[in-house]
Structures are given as structure tokens and as C-alpha cells.
């Protein structure tokens, strides 16, 4: 694999952030069926028009949904539709080291993985108090 720029890196953390919200992927799980207009949107999965308009704006900086204006109302659809492929895969795909119940609930299962980092990363302390 051909090694990362900085500015991909970049574009990847940013777009992972906007991935980080449920709401934002419940919008574009239902973006995945057609283009839709905030109000829609927002009826649809239970939310606030403004707070919908928010998610969709986070989402649209990052690139992963497009819009554009018909008469007074803003449309909204997937920038690509490889984005939803690839959230089925993740939302799917059982990880390599992860079990089968971790697999089951991506998001709720991180104390192992929080762990296993804690190990790696424990260091001596900087400097150790001399008994007396």
C-alpha cells in the first residue's frame, strides 16, 4: 500500500469525526434510500429540523453528502455511494482480534481494546520517591 500523505490523513481523521456521531450515520443510512430535504429528514429519524441541519452540515464539510437549493427547500444526498458500502462493511465485518460480541456491538465494547492500549502505553514514572 502506497504510504498516506499528511493532508489524506487528515481528510481521513475529519471524515471519521463527522462518522463519529450515530445520528450523522442514521442520516445517511436514510439518505441511502434517495435525496431528501431537511424537514424530511428530521421527521423521518425523530429529530429537530435545526439539529438535523446541524449533522447534515458537519457532514457536508467533510464531503460524504452533497446538497443543493429546490425553490426554498435544501436537498440533500450521498457524496458517494461507495460511503455506504462502506459503513455496511464496518457495521458487518467482524475485525481481526475482535470477538464475536464485540463484532455484534462495535460501539459499545471498548474496554478491552482500552485496555490492551493501557498496556502498550504504561510507563515508569519520571522520577520515584526514595524511601526513608
Known amino acids: 500500500m502506497r504510504r498516506l500523505s499528511q493532508e489524506h490523513v487528515s ?3 475529519n471524515r471519521a469525526r463527522a462518522l463519529a456521531e450515530p445520528a450523522r450515520v ?4 436514510r439518505l441511502s434510500r434517495g ?4 424537514g424530511q429528514l428530521a421527521a423521518a429519524l425523530g429529530m429537530q429540523q435545526s439539529t438535523a441541519s ?3 452540515q458537519v457532514l457536508f464539510r467533510a ?3 452533497g446538497r443543493r437549493r429546490s425553490a426554498s427547500a435544501v ?6 455511494d461507495e460511503l455506504i458500502a462502506w459503513c455496511r462493511y464496518l457495521a458487518h465485518r467482524q475485525l481481526a482480534g475482535s470477538t464475536a ?6 460501539c459499545m465494547n471498548f474496554s478491552r481494546a482500552a ?3 493501557r498496556a502498550a502505553h504504561r510507563r515508569e514514572p519520571r522520577y520515584r520517591r526514595e524511601a526513608r
Not at 435525496?35 to 431537511?38: G, N, R
Not at 460480541?101 to 462495535?106: G, K, L, V, Y
Request: aromatic letters at 6%; glycine letters at 6%; a neutral charge.
Open 75 to 80: 436537498i440533500y444526498s450521498i457524496a458517494a
Open 35 to 38: 435525496d431528501q430535504a431537511v
Open 101 to 106: 460480541h464485540e463484532a455484534a456491538m462495535p
Open 54 to 56: 446541524k449533522h447534515l
Open 63 to 65: 464531503g460524504l453528502v
Open 26 to 29: 442514521r442520516i445517511l443510512e
Open 11 to 13: 481528510l481521513i481523521a
Open 115 to 117: 485496555g490492551r492500549f
